[in-house]
């Protein structure tokens, strides 16, 4: 068995808002990698923050053995990436900066400078950021790096400390499938080489990567105890050979155009996204928006949603109507629904979710306008379309990221829009609820005249009812 790194026996945190439903035993040894797999508010995060010494615990208090590591203290000897840090670890203003203050991007720091590297010439360390593409980003402004590149730091600037036990929640979302092929070796490297331990959080047993030797289910709020995984059993987080690569961006319709852009470029400081871009997207078009992590996707819908002031520079028509003849970004708004990881990332208004949803009636950041009763019976409506009515009344921040992503959701759903926009909506979702969320897309763009733009890094969860393509390289 050998030495038991982290231990807890009997475990029960003083504070009964911590608690599990069942005393916690947990033990993870010397040279095994493990899953903690579970369903969205299953508990597992809450396991996290009692392995890591968050919750004082009533009676027997985790025990760590780190060895010849064990002068260090437990957080220099752990080291843990959460759902929110995916997107960098800065604070809600960090959305609205990447928004608004695009030429002011060298006011922002650099990749370089984030990580602390400056003057570094040490090979390993060297291999390790080219390994992970972060070499590639070092002179970037930070509030110019997509979700899957501000997710690559994350690890970078986790792995820099030189942990003996890497904690990684949902490692995988928010990367390309290359990138997710890549980092998967790379930890299998730093497992092989540096005798590196992970915790894996996983909401998906299908994510489950091959160097896992064990798992631990986490269910209604229950640690289960520690299986034993046989390689052959393990599925390898593989490239995805996309089911529908060959499909290459559709011929457009003569419908009546909904989204239209004609020559458009976005460029941040000496750094063009994209160049002279052309797109039309007509009503009752369903369409993927397809490309690799810091392709644009993510500024693109920027560019639509009007949440870029470059916009008003470019030949941008929403729903007819020329960008800059005189509409009001309210006026863009009220007819579209919108979610993504940067949006899921700056919301931290600690309001009952049932606000949170209703929030997006007026595609507000908190509720700031007390809805009609009529009003609030659409909200729970929602809510119970995606199977969280029951959360009405817990405040968002005391979520799971699952259920997080599920209020978001039923956010942009709410007021019934034209234009559905959802830039990876199935983040740390667990395998029934992306299945249901499919499901609830699929039968929303049955309606007559609903448009849809979708952002996924994983083909094989498109719904079924996309029919139109456009990559960008």
């Not at 470059?310 to 509409?327: H, K, L, N, P, W």
Request: net charge neutral; aromatic share 8%; with cysteine.
């Amino acid at each position: 068995m050998g030495r038991r790194v982290i231990e807890i026996v009997n475990g029960v945190a003083r504070h009964p808002m911590y608690r599990m439903r069942e005393p916690i035993n947990f033990v993870l040894c010397e040279s095994e990698q493990l899953a903690l797999i579970g369903p969205n508010g299953a508990g597992k995060t809450m396991l996290v923050n009692t392995i890591l010494g968050r919750y004082p615990l009533l009676l027997n208090e985790v025990h760590y053995d780190f060895g010849v590591a064990d002068h260090r203290m437990v957080f220099e000897n752990i080291q843990y990436i959460a759902f929110r840090d995916s997107y960098g670890d800065y604070d809600a203003n960090y959305y609205y900066q990447q928004r608004w203050h695009s030429q002011d991007v060298e006011l922002s720091p650099t990749v370089r400078e984030a990580l602390g590297v400056d003057g570094v010439e040490v090979n390993e360390v060297s291999c390790l950021f080219e390994q992970l593409g972060i070499d590639v980003l070092f002179e970037k402004q930070l509030v110019m790096l997509s979700s899957g590149e501000l997710r690559r730091l994350q690890i970078a600037k986790a792995l820099l400390r030189n942990p003996q036990v890497l904690i990684m929640d949902n490692p995988f979302i928010g990367l390309d499938a290359d990138m997710r092929e890549q980092l998967h070796s790379v930890l299998q490297m730093l497992i092989r080489d540096k005798h590196l331990q992970l915790i894996l959080v996983l909401s998906r047993e299908e994510e489950l990567p091959n160097f896992v030797t064990h798992v631990v289910r986490v269910e209604d709020m229950i640690c289960g105890g520690k299986i034993a995984v046989k390689p052959t059993v393990c599925k390898r987080v593989e490239n995805i050979s996309e089911k529908k690569a060959h499909l290459k961006a559709s011929v457009v319709n003569d419908g009546e155009p909904v989204v239209s852009l004609r020559n458009v470029t976005l460029r941040y400081g000496n750094r063009t996204l994209f160049r002279e871009l052309t797109w039309r997207v007509c009503r009752g078009e369903h369409w993927a928006l397809l490309g690799h992590n810091g392709s644009g996707k993510s500024a693109l819908l920027g560019m639509i949603c009007a949440d870029n002031p470059q916009s008003y520079a470019c030949d941008i028509s929403i729903f007819g109507r020329r960008r800059g003849t005189g509409e009001s970004i309210w006026d863009i708004k009220k007819r579209i629904g919108y979610v993504s990881p940067e949006m899921h990332r700056a919301y931290l208004k600690d309001l009952p979710a049932v606000e949170i949803v209703a929030s997006g009636l007026h595609d507000s950041v908190g509720l700031y306008c007390r809805p009609r009763s009529e009003q609030m019976e659409v909200c729970k409506k929602w809510m119970r379309v995606f199977g969280i009515e029951e959360l009405a009344d817990r405040t968002f921040l005391k979520l799971s990221s699952g259920e997080q992503r599920l209020v978001l959701l039923a956010r942009a759903f709410v007021k019934d829009p034209e234009l559905l926009i959802l830039d990876e909506p199935f983040h740390g979702l667990d395998s029934v609820r992306r299945e249901m969320v499919r499901d609830i897309i699929d039968d929303f763009c049955l309606s007559p005249n609903k448009t849809l733009i979708m952002v996924t890094h994983y083909i094989e969860e498109l719904p079924v009812c996309v029919t139109h393509f456009k990559r960008l390289s």
